[in-house]
């Protein structure tokens, strides 16, 4: 079956642009993440939906990020005014349940503010 | 707050030798512990999960273990194949909170024909 996929894998913006990252998770999958990696680094938790409901956005660097899942199903991360310190690969995940279950990634978006 | 640790940061062996990667973590009271395969420019991909009940698990010629109250875990791969020179990230899921994934920085691993 399909895994998780993004759109798009490679996005250029200029500073100051908004940009709207897609997540398709695997279908029937219950959480979906997302995290942001720097290069060179592990990937950062950003936020967390169980079905529709954000549950932790604990993860998100400022008020320019935003996230939705509004039919528990796609999600998109909006990042509104970039910054040049934004620029990494973002990461999305899904798993079929909560508690712990193993965590499947996309293959990300890679994102470079100029 | 969780931290994870990964050390060495990058590691070159030559094929067909077994090695160990560690993976150390601060808080013991994890969920579970991930192993991850990142190939450059691609995603992650998901090797073992060891729940926190568990000792160890293995999947071909990989195995993992965790050992809580010592706050580690030990991937090994056995007769390396340069097919498996990728960067290994372990993550961490902890209790009663949020169910994501604690990462360390990972450890590059270049298997030599």
């Known amino acids: 079956g399909a895994g998780v996929s993004q759109s798009p894998r490679y996005k250029v913006a200029k500073r100051g642009q908004d940009v709207a990252l897609r997540c398709d998770p695997i279908?029937?999958?219950?959480?979906l993440f997302w995290y942001q990696q720097a290069l060179g680094q592990g990937p950062e938790f950003l936020t967390y939906?169980?079905?529709?409901?954000?549950?932790?956005k604990s993860g998100l660097p400022s008020d320019r990020f935003f996230a939705e899942r509004p039919e528990g199903s796609v999600s998109t991360l909006k990042i509104q005014r970039t910054q040049q310190e934004d620029s990494a690969v973002y990461l999305c995940?899904?798993?079929?349940?909560?508690?712990?279950?193993?965590?499947?990634f996309g293959p990300g978006t890679r994102l470079t503010v100029l | 707050k969780q931290e994870v640790t990964q050390i060495p940061a990058a590691l070159s062996v030559p094929e067909g030798e077994n090695l160990v990667l560690n993976c150390s973590f601060t808080?013991?009271?994890?969920?579970?512990l991930q192993w991850f395969r990142q190939d450059p420019g691609k995603g992650l991909t998901s090797l073992l999960l060891?729940?926190?009940?568990?000792r160890e698990q293995t999947s071909g010629r990989l195995n993992a273990s965790l050992d809580k109250s010592s706050g580690r875990s030990t991937l090994y791969i056995a007769a390396s194949q340069p097919g498996d020179s990728a960067t290994y990230l372990c993550?961490?899921?902890?209790?009663?909170?949020?169910?994501?994934?604690?990462f360390g920085k990972g450890t590059k691993l270049t298997v030599n024909p």
């Open positions: 279908s029937g999958h219950v959480s």
């Open positions: 060891i729940q926190s009940s568990q």
């Open positions: 993550a961490a899921t902890s209790q009663g909170g949020s169910e994501k994934l604690v």
């Open positions: 808080d013991s009271a994890i969920y579970n």
């Open positions: 939906f169980q079905n529709e409901a954000q549950l932790d």
């Open positions: 995940a899904s798993s079929f349940q909560s508690s712990g279950d193993t965590q499947y």
